[in-house]
């Protein structure tokens, strides 16, 4: 019994050391886990914990990188500022240009105006006096006067006379021109006859003839030239064959031609009424058909019985001056000779002031 009792203490003995020595190893590995872990720890904290050296050399690199975007941005508003202005100056020497084109034409279109003004003038000196001058005053004539031969008119007086007889020798001057421009402008029809468009005739005899269409109707009548219709018109007869009949004339006397043929082949006598006298509107302080301000007689002009300033009277289209003397109206609106023409051959009729 001593020696089972021996055998089981030493067996406790053995066990409780065995114990002992299991719990000081679980608690040496605990301690070196957490030791490893408090390392690790230390360890990582240390590579995120960033040094002075670090600090300073990240704000270097991000100035740097800031001065950089700010070269960018002011290289880019600079290169924007640059295309801006060089654009700006490429409309400005466009608009120039177009001002200058503008002025040239301007001057063109005044300088042939001056020009028909001139011719225009030059061929009105040679129109003879109105041989009514000294008998029906400012007075429209009646119609009974308009038919008389232009040898009853002569009767009246010595100066009458004179006047008349060179009326006569205008008139025929005046045809014997029309058949030599019918000839240089026209060709032969199978007849062997001349012949001419009234478009034509009407373009190129425009500073040769005060009325072109009463020269023609003139002419008929003493049958020197034939033609269809009873009124020509720009623009819509400009197709009309006008077909010379004589090649030459006779010297006419005083009973050919009537007060009235001679009225019709010149427009510088025609006379208006005394209460549509270019005089009275002068006078009256009228208001300007384009500005609608008064008009004073320094500045009057008159056109179409219609009172204006001189600088208000321009053309519609380029607003080149216009002179009365070198002007074309439709409905009351005023167009220089070369801008009439000009919408007229694009719109094919007188409606282009619509």
């Known amino acids: 019994e001593e020696e089972e009792e021996e055998e089981k203490k030493k067996k406790e003995e053995t066990e409780e050391v065995a114990r002992q020595k299991t719990d000081l190893d679980r608690k040496q590995t605990r301690e070196s886990q957490e030791t490893g872990k408090r390392g690790r720890s230390t360890t990582v904290n240390k590579q995120r914990r960033p040094t002075k050296k670090s600090t300073t050399e990240e704000r270097q690199r991000k100035m740097t990188l800031a001065l950089e975007r700010q070269e960018q941005d002011m290289a880019r508003f600079k290169d924007e500022a640059r295309r801006k202005m060089e654009q700006e100056k490429r409309e400005q020497e466009y608009k120039n240009a177009v001002k200058q084109q503008e002025h040239r034409t301007r001057e063109t279109v005044g300088q042939k105006a001056r ?174 058909h384009a500005c609608g301000k008064t008009v004073y007689p320094m500045e009057f002009v008159s056109a179409n019985d219609l009172p204006m300033h001189k600088t208000c009277f321009r053309c519609t289209d380029c607003k080149c001056t216009l002179t009365p003397s070198n002007y074309a109206a439709l409905n009351n609106k005023f167009y220089c000779k070369t801008h009439y023409e000009s919408n007229y051959k694009k719109r094919g009729s007188y409606a282009f002031d619509e």
């Open 115 to 288: 020009a028909a003004v001139e011719k225009l003038g030059t061929h009105t000196l040679n129109i003879p006096d109105d041989p009514l001058d000294d008998q029906v005053g400012d007075d429209e004539p009646n119609e009974k006067v308009m038919e008389r031969r232009l040898s009853v008119v002569a009767q009246r007086s010595t100066k009458s006379k004179e006047r008349a007889e060179a009326a006569t020798k205008w008139l025929d001057k005046q045809i014997r021109k029309l058949i030599e421009q019918i000839q240089l402008l026209g060709s032969r029809n199978d007849q062997g006859q001349w012949q001419a468009t009234f478009g034509v005739l009407f373009k190129e005899t425009d500073n040769l003839f005060e009325a072109i269409t009463g020269l023609l109707i003139t002419s008929r009548k003493h049958k020197v030239v034939s033609f269809e219709g009873d009124m020509l018109f720009q623009g819509r007869d400009n197709q009309v064959l006008i077909t010379l009949l004589k090649t030459e004339i006779t010297d006419s006397s005083l009973e050919t031609y009537t007060y009235r043929q001679f009225r019709a082949c010149s427009i510088s006598h025609k006379r208006k009424g005394k209460g549509f006298k270019a005089t009275s509107m002068q006078t009256s302080n009228a208001k300007c």
